[in-house]
């Protein structure tokens, strides 16, 4: 299983014509008892009346009782009041800790899953980025990642989680190349600990569409499967415990829409992952597809994603702010979108937001213009662009509508020398400079966002990439 060439998906969105489904909106809702056991005092109660005596001499020691009793009658309640809070006490430490014991020590009940504490740091590094690390491009993967691991020392591994639907089985990428006769990855993990970093097991599957994929309805039923069979999630787990990894990236990307229930039944799914993955302290993300809306024109391909529930399912989320354009030319992320994409965001998961890593793309895309409208011809990475920009006669260029120095995305639009008319994007270092450092000065303004720093992941780090980037948002995102 691969990852295909190109873009960051591993299913490409078709327009939205399916018919449209119910989105469910239900969330799991813990209530607190309204009493307990332990809460009972009987010897406390105010109207305290004294046991009578049945003896001869009943008025006499009545009285005698009475008289030492309204004298001493508030020290003795005291001590009767402290002997019971002893015994109960005493109970409580001995007993099994069942969850009626939990609510009294916890206060006010709130929802079992809660999302990392605003301390706790998704990566180790001096800045906060991660990089994709991709095993069938892993040494390319792993040159570039030396030459920023002093300061970007975490990283994502995808190689080793592409899960096989039918039994949950994790299957490794039969082209991984990271040693040399072996698929495995491990020395990858190692050297990311090795330089400090924190290694995330990337957990995805392949629905691209080429030959020997799995389908939306396959990955559908493995999702409903996994939230109720454990089975289908400890492979998960032993994979994270083999390799040492220090957390896990949930990148399903193919949930079919009208699947029944399927937005609950994902956000569950992620709720037992993440409730596995707790008693071993390892960090648990879920990678969402960029949305814009309950309903926008990639709800085909990112309907199965409820983000107010799933905001309960996880320690932290990747947005993929990736592939912003792909039904007519443009960008793969701008400023303009990543303020949609923060809008919803701020509508759907608010508290998240400290807690939100922002995946932006190294890549970009052409398109071909036929039958007279644009046609998403493939993704292109930034070494391969500036080799095709060098190769194109100037005489075949469209000047008015290409803009090599465009500040927020190089593009060149060009005809062949058969007629066809073609759109380049792709961004250069001074691209993504320009779209990290302004959405920092953006996301900063946002009063949910608290004193947190922007945290950023790439897809995905290679010697292709723009090698200039780093030393130019080193200063913008420090992990702190």
């Known amino acids: ?111 079992q899953q809660m999302a990392a504490p605003a301390t706790q740091r998704l990566m180790r590094g001096k800045v906060a980025s991660l990089g994709w690390i991709v095993g069938k491009d892993c040494q390319r993967g792993l040159q570039a990642y030396l030459q920023t691991a002093n300061t970007n020392p975490d990283a994502a591994l995808v190689g080793t989680g592409w899960v096989d639907p039918t039994n949950g089985h994790l299957i490794n990428g039969q082209s991984n190349n990271c040693v040399s006769g072996s698929l ?35 990955q559908s039923d493995y999702i409903a499967k996994a939230s109720t069979d454990q089975s289908f999630i400890d492979p998960i787990i032993h994979e994270v415990k083999r390799a040492n990894f220090d957390g896990v990236i949930m990148d399903m990307e193919a949930g079919d829409p009208n699947y029944p229930n399927i937005q609950q039944l994902f956000t569950t799914f992620n709720q037992r992952v993440w409730s596995a993955l707790k008693p071993l302290h390892k960090l648990y993300g879920i990678a969402l597809i960029h949305k814009l809306s309950d309903h926008d024109e990639y709800y085909y391909l990112n309907a199965f994603e409820n983000w107010s529930t799933l905001a309960h399912a996880a320690d932290f989320m990747v947005i993929m702010a990736v592939d912003q354009s792909y039904f007519s030319p443009g960008p793969t992320v701008s400023i303009p979108w990543l303020q949609q994409l923060l809008a919803y965001t701020l509508k759907t998961m608010p508290q998240m937001l400290p807690h939100v890593i922002w995946e932006l793309p190294l890549y970009g895309a052409t398109w071909r213009y036929e039958g007279a409208k644009w046609v998403f011809d493939t993704g292109v990475n930034y070494a391969d662009g500036q080799a095709l920009v060098s190769q194109i006669p100037q005489s075949q260029i469209d000047a008015a509508a290409s803009d090599l120095n465009d500040p927020t995305c190089a593009h060149l639009i060009y005809t062949d020398s058969n007629g066809v008319k073609h759109s380049l994007w792709f961004h250069t270092a001074k691209n993504l400079y320009y779209i990290i450092s302004n959405f920092e000065k953006i996301v900063k303004q946002v009063p949910q966002f608290g004193h947190s720093n922007l945290q950023i992941a790439v897809w995905y780090r290679a010697t292709w990439e723009p090698g200039d980037v780093w030393s130019l948002i080193d200063n913008i995102l420090p992990n702190s």
Do not use: C
Request: aromatic residues 8%; glycine residues 8%; proline residues 10%.
């Open 1 to 111: 299983m691969e990852t295909p060439p190109g873009g960051r998906r591993r299913h490409q969105p078709v327009s939205p014509t399916q018919p449209s489904y119910p989105r469910g909106q239900a969330r799991r809702k813990v209530i607190r008892p309204q009493s307990s056991p332990y809460h009972y005092h009987p010897y406390a109660s105010r109207n305290f009346n004294p046991p009578v005596l049945l003896e001869r001499d009943e008025g006499r020691q009545a009285g005698r009782f009475q008289k030492y009793f309204i004298k001493y009658r508030v020290l003795l309640l005291i001590a009767i009041t402290l002997l019971s809070l002893l015994i109960i006490g005493l109970v409580r430490v001995n007993a099994p800790q069942n969850p009626t014991l939990l609510f009294l020590d916890m206060g006010p009940m709130q929802s």
């Open 184 to 218: 495995s990855m491990d020395n990858v993990v190692q050297l990311v600990h090795s330089k400090g970093g924190m290694a995330y097991l990337t957990v995805t599957m392949e629905t691209d569409g080429t030959p020997g994929s799995w389908t939306s309805q396959q």
